[in-house]
């Protein structure tokens, strides 16, 4: 199971990328090993020195009962206070952003791959799509 965010490195350069674990609910998990998320305009914001990751997917587990969790509440991220720190600096500089770039499993684990990312200008998305353009011609 992994669940890739393809428009995040569409939209930016990706500088760095920080691995970190998920507090989720016993509906979540399933749903996840499902694969039924998506990182789709998600993003990461720090507040009282935690990190959260803001409007995820999860998609309702079929078999759940009323304690069903919601759909795109904020979860906390499980980080070092030396990394959130970190996070927190890198982001507060002028362009920078903290983007989930993939959730997956690591020993029974789900973990979220962040990176510190830049934007990119319109001009570099269309050289980006003008490359895969031609790769696809030359298979």
Do not use: W
């Amino acid at each position: 199971m992994e669940i890739i965010n393809k428009k995040a490195k569409f939209d930016y350069y990706i500088e760095d990328e920080i691995e970190s674990g998920i507090v989720l609910t016993g509906t979540e998990i399933k749903s996840l090993r499902k694969g039924s998320a998506d990182l789709k305009d998600t993003y990461v914001r720090i507040k009282n020195n935690e990190a959260f990751i803001i409007n995820m997917y999860i998609a309702k587990y079929d078999e759940g009962n009323i304690f069903n969790h919601d759909e795109r509440r904020e979860r906390k991220l499980l980080l070092h206070k030396k990394e959130i720190l970190k996070l927190e600096e890198l982001s507060k500089k002028e362009g920078y952003t903290l983007i989930p770039i993939k959730a997956y499993l690591k020993k029974n684990l789900i973990k979220i791959s962040i990176g510190i990312c830049r934007g990119k200008k319109n001009y570099d998305k269309r050289e980006a799509i003008k490359e895969r353009d031609l790769k696809k011609i030359e298979k």
